[in-house]
Each structure stands twice: as structure tokens, then as C-alpha cells.
């Protein structure tokens, strides 16, 4: 255990110490500062790739819908006290409001749906 120490110790010593093996000229800056200029590449995914997370995004929220209404289900059938409560008439639309403002917080904190 000890060797193991010394040795993660000894690979985060090197790793901060180490530097970079070549010099840094003026003529290399100037062929990164080309290389640069001359990237036209968009970052924006394309709308192919929306659709994918969109996709993705519904199939997961429906996946997990699923097993929640059927856990939820179950729990009724054998008369679980919480689960009795939680879904009385009145307290059923605060459920379903919830799922809206999830994803309303969601929209605001993360910049999107996906979260990315």
C-alpha cells in the first residue's frame, strides 16, 4: 500500500513539474494563429442531432414514467398508506403540476432540456 502511495505521489510530482520539450517561437505562433483562421467549422450540432436528443429525451422520460405509474400502481393495490395519501383527488394535480415546473427550472437552469 505504501509503494502505491509513493508511486501516485511520485506521477502527480511529475506531471506538475513537466514541461513542454520544444521551444516557443514566434513562427510558431504564427502557424497556430493560421491553423485558427482557417477553422470554418461550425460548433453548433446540426438539426439531425437536436432531433437525436429530443428523441432520446422522450424515450427516457417515458421510460421512467412507466416504472414510476407502475410502482405507484402496485403500491396502491396493497393499500401502502403514503402511496393512499399522495394520490387523493386533490393532492393529484400538484403531482402533475410538477412535472412542468421540473422542467421550467430545468429550461432556466441549464440552458436547454438536455442540460447541455
Same mark, same amino acid.
Given at each position: 500500500?505504501?509503494?502505491?502511495? &509513493? @508511486?501516485?505521489? /511520485? #506521477?502527480?510530482?511529475?506531471?506538475? !513539474? +513537466?514541461?513542454?520539450? %520544444?521551444?516557443?517561437?514566434?513562427?510558431?505562433?504564427?502557424?497556430?494563429?493560421?491553423?485558427?483562421?482557417?477553422?470554418?467549422?461550425?460548433?453548433?450540432?446540426? &438539426? @439531425?442531432?437536436? /432531433? #437525436?436528443?429530443?428523441?432520446?429525451? !422522450? +424515450?427516457?422520460?417515458? %421510460?421512467?414514467?412507466?416504472?414510476?405509474?407502475?410502482?405507484?400502481?402496485?403500491?396502491?393495490?396493497?393499500?401502502?398508506?403514503?402511496?393512499?395519501?399522495?394520490?387523493?383527488?386533490?393532492?393529484?394535480?400538484?403531482?402533475?403540476?410538477?412535472?412542468?415546473?421540473?422542467?421550467?427550472?430545468?429550461?432556466?437552469?441549464?440552458?436547454?432540456?438536455?442540460?447541455?
Amino acid at each position: 500500500m505504501k509503494k502505491l502511495i &509513493l @508511486l501516485l505521489i /511520485t #506521477l502527480t510530482t511529475l506531471t506538475t !513539474v +513537466s514541461y513542454a520539450s %520544444f521551444p516557443i517561437t514566434e513562427s510558431n505562433t504564427e502557424i497556430l494563429k493560421t491553423i485558427i483562421s482557417e477553422d470554418t467549422e461550425e460548433d453548433e450540432p446540426s &438539426l @439531425l442531432v437536436y /432531433t #437525436l436528443r429530443g428523441i432520446l429525451f !422522450v +424515450s427516457v422520460l417515458g %421510460f421512467v414514467s412507466y416504472f414510476l405509474i407502475r410502482a405507484l400502481r402496485r403500491a396502491w393495490r396493497r393499500d401502502v398508506p403514503w402511496v393512499k395519501k399522495l394520490l387523493r383527488w386533490k393532492n393529484i394535480w400538484w403531482l402533475l403540476l410538477v412535472i412542468p415546473i421540473f422542467l421550467i427550472l430545468s429550461l432556466l437552469s441549464g440552458g436547454g432540456v438536455s442540460g447541455l
